[in-house]
């Protein structure tokens, strides 16, 4: 009899190095998320574990005051809640970025893993501007390895809008695409944080009465800078719209007035 046909050997897939192609995006945010609990949470043993009184020095050295005792560790109470506020306003930026993306590539994840190497380096950032809180040349240094850390922790997450907007039909939602809803102010948010930071860089090198706690008291400001900035881009809208919508009257009553011209008019 005849024989059968025999079956070619099944090629081998090969790894691709394609950056466009598709990648889960509940993989990236889950593992996101992860990194950023992570993180929160060592700063949370950071602060409890170094900054907490010891009774006998409350009694001794305080009169058994609590809160005096306290407020001597007040400028690490201050570096943690700046950071801690830096933490959850970036995973905010970042939850708010990907509730746009209807879907991941594998440069977004590279862009995404490159942005949270730098949000894992935040606690470095706490212990060094709590442990260099005096003024000094020290000091100034600290606050601008934080700045630095800040800064690229956020444009790597700008890098990954910018991303997304070169394939925007297939990678973003239409509320976040040109023109769309969302879009300004997506932009105006994933911005906020590389601008602050570098703005904060500069002044270090400007000022020589910059300080810690005004570092700090910056990132603790930032969330109602969130919502001024909200108001802003909204009212901006607002009046852009308006002002094209009288442009196009006008150009639509001239249209009108020529056409009820007559042609000896319109020729004088």
Not at 108 to 135: C, D, H, R, V, W
Not at 137 to 157: G, K, L, M, P, R
Not at 167 to 188: D, I, P, Q, S, V
Not at 224 to 250: D, E, P
Request: aromatic letters at 14%.
């Amino acid at each position: 009899g005849q024989r059968g046909v025999e079956e070619e050997p099944h090629s081998l897939e090969t790894f691709t190095f394609y950056l466009s192609e598709p990648l889960s995006k509940e993989r990236v945010e889950a593992f996101s998320d992860g990194v950023y609990a992570i993180v929160a949470t060592l700063l949370i043993l950071d602060i409890c574990e170094d900054n907490v009184p010891d009774p006998r020095e409350v009694e001794e050295k305080f009169h058994g005051s609590l809160l005096e005792a306290l407020s001597e560790y007040g400028p690490n109470y201050l570096a943690y809640f700046g950071s801690f506020v830096t933490i959850g306003l970036l995973w905010f930026v970042h939850h708010s970025l990907f509730l746009y993306v209807t879907k991941a590539t594998r440069l977004m994840g590279l862009l995404n893993i490159l942005s949270l190497a730098f949000i894992g380096g935040l606690p470095l950032a706490y212990q060094l501007t709590s442990e260099f809180a005096e003024k000094s040349h020290n000091e100034i240094e600290a606050i601008q390895v934080s700045c630095v850390i800040t800064f690229f922790a956020s444009i790597f997450q700008f890098a990954i809008w910018t991303t997304a907007l070169l394939n925007e039909e297939e990678t973003l939602h239409a509320f976040a695409r040109y023109g769309g809803k969302e879009h300004a102010f997506m932009f105006a948010k994933l911005a906020l944080y590389p601008c602050v930071s570098l703005g904060a860089f500069f002044l270090t090198c400007l000022l020589s009465e910059f300080s810690t706690a005004i570092f700090h008291l910056m990132q603790i400001v930032i969330p109602f800078a969130f919502l001024a900035l909200r108001i802003f881009v909204r009212i901006s809208l607002t009046a852009i719209k308006s002002v094209m919508s009288l442009s196009r009257r006008k150009v639509v009553l001239l249209e009108e007035e020529e056409a009820c011209l007559s042609p000896n008019e319109t020729l004088s």
